[in-house]
């Protein structure tokens, strides 16, 4: 079993910075891929940036975040960050961190992410 808890959530400016963090507890080895996902009020989740295991992940984004996120993990620390710059008022979200172990995902419980224009 995988815990996750987020924190770094809250209201910034247009054009400011946050970064989230989750950190993953509980009865196991290790994680495989860790990954940050987002759902605005009535919209589905949808994926926002995912990095692999390994001592150095790969990365991936969507399109809409490129350029502006930077997905990084710990995994000494059983960590996954979100660098977010340039933040817009479309950003704005509830972010759920996300874990994958032995084909089961695991879920955080989400942070608000809110970006006043």
């Given at each position: ?70 997905i990084s993990r710990d995994n000494a620390k059983n960590s996954v960050f979100l660098q977010m710059n340039s933040l817009k008022p479309e ?27």
């Open positions: 079993q995988v815990q996750l808890v987020e924190s770094g959530g809250g209201l910034v400016q247009a054009g400011g910075s946050l970064r989230l963090s989750c950190a993953a507890s509980g009865r196991f080895f290790s994680i495989d891929t860790m990954s940050w996902y987002r759902q605005a009020p009535g919209k589905q989740r949808e994926l926002v940036a995912v990095i692999t295991s390994g001592v150095v992940g790969r990365t991936d984004y969507a399109d809409s975040v490129k350029g502006r996120f930077t950003d704005t979200a509830v972010y759920y961190c996300a874990a994958s172990r032995s084909g089961n995902t695991y879920w955080g419980q989400g942070t608000q992410v809110t970006v006043s224009s």
